[in-house]
């Protein structure tokens, strides 16, 4: 007997007064997921038993909503004493591998439908596309980088840039009201900031929501080393920045003027001339 689907959650049309009132907002549990992913599970649930944890990774990993999930009820499992907590579980494959494959399909499958959630709001739903659109792109990306510069944490970098903005899925998913003010503003003004729009209409920045939500949640510390510009010294910082960068630079195409800066930076991480950087860049991108 499966159980219900989860129940909506709340909405808020006006902001919090800071970054602690709004990461009280936000439950990693009931997130809804997105309508292909559960397609999947589904299908997939039919099979349990031919199903791994090694052919449920490219399903989970390519949704930052089941990702965020997931991680969380690690951690929460991890705090308790008759789980082994020798070391952190930094990726969705060693994460599902804890969980279990049954047990994954009970707490998951029926999660709640981003599209059911937001489909008398299109506006949001598109800005949420927006966002979950340049993710993958960005995580692509750094994926790319990671590779060339043989980093060992390949699959922890991917799931960072994935997240980097997961703050922004959120709020399309619980404030678009807010969201589509945000939006409006820079609309109106092209050169205004993120940063100075959120403030304005949030309270907050959202990168501090997303480093106040990541240490709530107890996700693996490498991941929230990786997603933080504070730490922008560490090359995997870079990898990650660098890919977010230019994923939204590109985002309607190659020819924003701060992609040159762009591709310098890039050909500096990777160790190659401008040229071939280029040409690499556009490789990966079709």
């Known amino acids: 007997m499966t159980t219900p689907p989860a129940a909506r959650p709340l909405t808020y049309a006006t902001p919090a007064h800071d970054v602690a009132g709004w990461a009280r907002r936000f439950d990693p549990m009931a997130m809804p997921i997105l309508a292909d992913t559960a397609a999947t599970l589904q299908s997939l649930r039919e099979n349990e038993d031919e199903v791994d944890a090694h052919l449920l990774t490219e399903t989970v990993a390519a949704d930052p ?20 907590t020798r070391g952190d579980i930094e990726t969705v494959t060693a994460a599902l591998v804890m969980v279990g494959i049954a047990p994954f399909f009970r707490l998951f499958a029926d999660s709640s439908v981003v599209e059911d959630w937001l489909g008398d709001q299109p506006e949001a739903l598109e800005g949420f596309r927006k966002v979950l659109i340049r993710a993958h792109r960005a995580a692509n990306f750094a994926t790319a980088f990671a590779v060339h510069r043989m980093d060992h944490d390949v699959a922890v970098i991917r799931e960072a840039a994935l997240l980097h903005d997961f703050t922004e899925l959120l709020l399309w998913l619980h404030a678009p009201t807010l969201a589509l003010e945000i939006a409006r ?3 109106e003004d092209p050169a205004l900031r993120s940063v100075v729009a959120q403030e304005r209409v ?18 693996p510390p490498l991941l929230v080393k990786i997603t933080n510009a504070r730490q922008s010294e560490s090359v995997q910082v870079r990898n990650v920045l660098l ?44």
């Open 65 to 84: 909503l089941l990702t965020l999930k997931l991680l969380s009820h690690v951690a929460s499992l991890q705090r308790r004493s008759h789980f082994d």
């Open 185 to 187: 503003l820079q609309a």
């Open 202 to 219: 949030l309270n907050i920045h959202l990168p501090d929501l997303q480093q106040a939500l990541m240490t709530q949640w107890r996700l």
């Open 243 to 286: 890919a977010i960068r230019l994923a939204r630079h590109t985002s309607s195409g190659w020819d924003n003027p701060a992609i040159p800066d762009d591709i310098v930076e890039i050909a500096s991480l990777l160790n190659m001339r401008i040229e071939p950087t280029w040409a690499l860049l556009r490789d990966i991108d079709e």
